[in-house]
């Protein structure tokens, strides 16, 4: 077949708001598909390329078709050539060393930087009114002055190399419109407008653990929330399980201790109170052997039951991230392949579109498959933005569930707070019982005794002191539970929620679908 008509672009064209218009860089080739007679807008497409659209002519210069050289508009040194990659965006190669860069090299002589003055687009003088003035002059008829660099890759900063001028280095940024990290697509900030909050009335976990931090997944930081949750919940259990083991070892040296034969010789009324005495610190073992047991069935157990649910239903949700993430980074791979496949009928369908020797027929054959290659491209986009969505649905209900755990996880804490502080009042309450009728009992039997020996006086005024020590002693304690339990009313689950949210939050950017090829 006839060799195409190409030609290289002289400056930079960013389509003027015009939706027909093709965009390119300085020093990119374009295949021509129209030429009108009136010369101003020609249209085509860039080799490899699917998208046609009209540009201005002033801004190129006709080559004769060729698959590589670009020298036509930027005098290289002599040991350096110009190529395109796949998507048509120059780079340098020196033939000598085949050293390859983005950047111009040095001493290399470069066309004017202003483009022509431009003529109204075929769009445009479509229009009514007539309006073709364009919108690329200044209010004094030239257009702006725009450096010349190669296009960067959407995640490249590129730096050019001063030319033999006193003007500084250029740096032209690309910045990109989305980011995959951890095979998750997220929107740039730059790119997207603030999302809304799922919840916005709240500090709610749906919101803020999107991103991550510390190299450490958002959903991952709430996990571990609450593994640090049951692994409290088991020390608390050992806490509570020390302290019953307290109260039983106390019982039973109160027990020990009323069967003891002191004091067994002593007679009369005396010998009755004694005797009382010793039965009240029994009857005190008993109660404070009740009070141990049931810290270990009402306040251990429970703590212990709750870590070891705690440790299936994270784990359950654990293994179905895992799951999802494994599915993600599998689709990724398939998208990975497909891009890998369309760059190589790309170059195909260049070289089919610039060289002599291709018939029409093998250019139309490289056509399709680059389509078709663009399609399977596209499908695995689809697959994988339907298993992002799901992973996406399920991860809103998992930060959900794992806000409500955690809810309830403070709640549980705080009903066994408020159990231990019942059980230690209603010990203390029948402990003190048991003192007063031991004295009521010792005063009604020294009533009676007209015995006034100075020795059972003074017996009978040790038993006063030891009843007010004991009453004393419960007066103390009742003083620090009313503490424990003005604290433990204190206590606020959406309180701590939202100060566990703010103090851990990673992002609530949350993830978009991954774009399709164009």
Partial sequence: ???????????????????????????????????????????????????????????????????????????????????????????????????????????????????????????????????????????????????????????????????????????????????????????HPDSLKDQSLLKPDECSYCDYFWADKNEQSGFNVLTDKHHLGKVLSK????????????????????????????????????????KKIKVSLAEEAEYHQQFATKIREEVEKPLLAYKDALKKEIKKMEQQTMDQRKQLASKMQVIEKAKFKLEEKRKDLEFKQTSPQASRADEEKAKRKTVQAGEELNKAVD??????????????????????????????????YDKYHQLRNNRDTSSQKVSVKTQYDKYHQLRNNRDTSSQKVSVKTQYDKYHQLRNNRDTSSQK???????????????????????????????????AKVR
């Fill in 480 to 514: 620090i539970l009313q503490n424990l339990h003005s604290i433990i009313e204190k206590v606020d689950m959406s309180i701590d929620k939202d100060n566990f949210v703010r103090s851990h939050a990673t992002g609530k950017l949350r993830p978009v679908h991954l």
């Fill in 1 to 187: 077949m006839a060799a195409q008509e190409l030609c290289l672009s002289l400056y930079p064209y960013n389509g003027d708001g015009q939706e027909d218009a093709l965009t390119f860089e300085v020093g990119e080739r374009i295949v021509l598909l129209e030429k009108p007679d009136d010369g101003g807008w020609w249209k085509g497409h860039k080799p490899g390329g699917l998208v046609k659209g009209w540009f201005p002519a002033s801004y190129v210069k006709l080559e004769t078709a060729s698959p590589r050289v670009g020298r036509a508009t930027i005098n290289l040194p002599s040991d350096w050539a110009m190529y395109q990659s796949p998507e048509g965006k120059p780079y340098y190669v020196n033939t000598s060393t085949r050293e390859t860069r983005w950047e111009i090299p040095v001493g290399t002589q470069t066309v004017p930087l202003t483009p022509p003055p431009l003529s109204p687009s075929p769009s445009q003088t479509k229009q009514t009114n007539g309006d073709a003035v364009s919108k690329v002059q200044d209010k004094n008829g030239s257009a702006p002055t725009i450096s010349v660099t190669p296009p960067a890759s959407p995640t490249e900063v590129i730096e050019v190399p001063p030319e033999e001028t006193n003007q500084p280095p250029q740096t032209n940024t690309v910045k990109p419109r989305q980011f995959v990290i951890n095979n998750i697509t997220f929107p």
């Fill in 235 to 274: 020390e608390m259990a050992e806490f509570f399980k020390e302290r019953a083991a307290l109260e039983e070892n106390y019982a039973k040296s109160l027990h020990k201790l009323s069967q003891s034969q002191l004091g067994s010789r002593e007679e009369g009324t005396l010998s009755d109170a004694w």
């Fill in 383 to 416: 697959t994988y933005n339907a298993v992002q969505d799901q992973w996406f649905q399920d991860m809103v209900t998992l930060t959900l569930e794992l806000e409500k755990m955690e809810l309830n996880r403070i709640n549980m804490v705080k009903t066994q």
